[in-house]
């Protein structure tokens, strides 16, 4: 039953509890099904919401969750990373400098700005007949071009080595009319997070969380290594692909192993905080690029140490919740008196578990065996997964479109990513205040306005003219803290609009536009050729837009989690941030 407008709920409804309309006529059946209900509830219950094993399996979690994630995806803004690049001198110039070079093949060098299309054709002189002293003056030798064409493509390239010593730029020649090509890297590794978060829950529900994070990180580590070693573009886009797919795998499964031993308020902190983590490894990507400047050596380094993650198989146990779903009730029941005996639980010699128990019919089937099209079959429902679904695509569109297309030269590369980095660590905090004192749908609308107001304000504000462009810097950072921050409620707040019985489908279809995003940012970042600002103005409208939708969902918490279909389209149907405004706070009366 959808809540009423004056009620308050004031401890936090277990996920698993179903909110029905079940007329009072039917109040037997639904005592019956509430009871079921609580069956599945029982592990919680044995072990408890919080305790010192989920403490300590916990903390361990929060150190590795995206560890694997944040080297193998935030590793491509260092491995393309801009730097200087010329046409290759013949073996008779290899003496002179790249400036006396450059004069020579290609006069016009220094009014080049476009990345795309410097440094792409030479002068077309014999330069067998040209002398190799650096004191003459080319204009006094008159040289003639050869079959009267002044300029051809440049056949080879040198590139500045003097901080970055290789990078898949320099490697594979991604410049020129290949320019375009360094776009597939993030294009590529997306594709395989995609397709990563989709079957990495399928796997897992059917094979187990352990085993499944196991496979997921021996993959990253084999074809991490690997692919260190590409001869060429294509089997390095390979290797990407593998490794996004498995590295976002495994920090899903495992984020889902750990919100299957915690509960209460505990599920609000801890589905916020390894962000942390992404924040931390995400900063150590950064210092490790700057200490190790080499793309096939980082690649190494972020591969190969890896291994040491192997030991949390041994050290996390099978989901205690995920072996009483598969019938593996036997195996369940140890895992939870272990866990009970370390929180200090005594449990009954008695205790057992119940295998849950499935209906065979009713709206509840009906939401698994339709599964996806279930969102679109209900108004309000169907309103709210399209919301959700611009969420997700709009926040990764503008963190990563930010965060992965630096286009700067050297160490400003690294001191606007560091600078990021460690700004998101507060503001998760921040994130986590809020959500625990203001609820979901207010934290969104701050940070999407924030973000949004900040990015489109860096269209008015002059090019040039202020020190190290501070100003667009700053807007630049705050819109990339409000988007890291939407997306570490994006996590929480859709695993409480969608039912259960399609919440997986939901969160797996919400992600897919997570990952579309960040696939089409780069072209976004193109239209700086209208103006440099443009692509952050573009961001800042999208931001806006993500905004103003929010205001129309309703608001989760301290509200039941849907459990059927009729849960989802009922509860918070209604519900939204103007309907609110309109509520009439109650008159304070006094009794005489």
Request: glycine share 8%; aromatic share 14%; hydrophobic share 45%.
């Amino acid at each position: 039953m959808a809540p009423m407008p004056n009620e308050t709920l004031l401890s936090e409804v277990n996920p698993f509890l179903e909110m029905s309309s079940t007329p009072t006529k039917l109040k037997d059946e639904k005592m019956e099904e509430s009871k079921v209900k609580d069956e599945k509830e029982q592990i919680l219950d044995a072990i408890g919401i919080w305790g010192k094993w989920q403490l300590q399996r916990c903390l361990v979690v929060l150190i590795i969750i995206w560890l694997p994630t944040s080297f193998h995806l935030l590793n491509m803004i260092f491995y393309r990373a801009e730097t200087d690049y010329w046409c290759k001198r013949p073996e008779k110039f290899s003496d002179w400098s790249v400036e006396k070079w450059k004069d020579l093949s290609d006069p016009n060098w220094r009014n080049q700005t476009e990345s795309s299309k410097k440094s792409c054709y030479i002068k077309n002189y014999d330069y067998d007949k040209i002398p190799t002293d650096e004191s003459v003056e080319f204009s006094s030798l008159n040289l003639p071009v050869l079959d009267g064409i002044e300029l051809i493509p440049c056949a080879a390239w040198e590139y500045d080595t003097s901080f970055w010593k290789k990078t898949i730029v320099m490697d594979f020649d991604l410049v020129c009319d290949r320019y375009h090509l360094q776009k597939l890297q993030q294009q590529v590794t997306f594709l395989g997070l995609m397709c990563g978060v989709f079957s990495a829950g399928i796997i897992s529900d059917k094979f187990g969380r352990r085993k499944t994070m196991l496979g997921l990180l021996i993959s990253t580590i084999i074809v991490g290594t690997l692919s260190s070693f590409s001869p060429n573009y294509p089997s390095f886009l390979v290797g990407i692909f593998i490794c996004g797919y498995s590295t976002l795998g495994y920090g899903t499964v495992m984020y889902v192993w750990m919100m299957e031993h915690v509960g209460g308020k505990y599920k609000t902190i801890l589905g916020a905080a390894p962000h942390y983590n992404f924040g931390f490894w995400g900063l150590m990507t950064g210092v490790f690029a700057y200490l190790l400047p080499h793309w096939r050596h980082l690649q190494l380094l972020f591969s190969v140490p890896l291994i040491v993650l192997v030991g949390a198989f041994w050290y996390l146990p099978e989901s205690a919740r995920w072996l009483l779903a598969n019938g593996r009730t036997e195996e369940a029941e140890k895992i939870v008196r272990e866990i009970a005996r370390v929180n200090g639980k005594d449990l009954p010699s008695t205790f057992r578990l119940q295998p849950p128990v499935t209906k065979d019919s009713g709206i509840k089937t009906r939401g698994s065996s339709l599964g996806f099209l279930q969102l679109f079959m209900w108004p309000n429902l169907r309103k709210k997964t399209l919301i959700c679904y611009y969420m997700w695509f709009s926040t990764a569109l503008i963190y990563y479109g930010l965060t992965l297309n630096s286009n700067t030269l050297g160490t400003d590369l690294f001191t606007t990513f560091s600078i990021g980095k460690l700004l998101e660590f507060p503001s998760i905090t921040l994130v986590i205040f809020l959500l625990l004192k203001t609820g979901r749908r207010i934290t969104l609308m701050v940070f999407y306005g924030l973000g949004g107001v900040s990015l489109t304000l860096t269209m008015f504000i002059p090019l040039n003219y202020f020190a190290y462009e501070w100003p667009i810097l700053v807007l630049n950072l705050l819109g990339r803290i409000s988007a890291i921050n939407t997306l570490a409620v994006c996590y929480i707040y859709s695993a409480e609009v969608f039912p259960t019985v399609v919440r997986n489908v939901g969160l797996g279809s919400s992600s897919f536009w997570a990952r579309v995003g960040p696939m089409i940012a780069p072209f976004i970042v193109d239209l700086r050729v209208y103006g440099d600002t443009v692509p952050l103005g573009v961001f800042g409208v999208v931001a806006l837009l993500a905004g103003v939708l929010v205001t129309f969902m309703p608001e989760t918490s301290n509200t039941p989690l849907p459990d059927t279909i009729m849960d989802g389209e009922n509860i918070g149907s209604g519900d939204s941030f103007w309907s609110s405004c309109r509520k009439k706070k109650p008159i304070k009366t006094t009794e005489i």
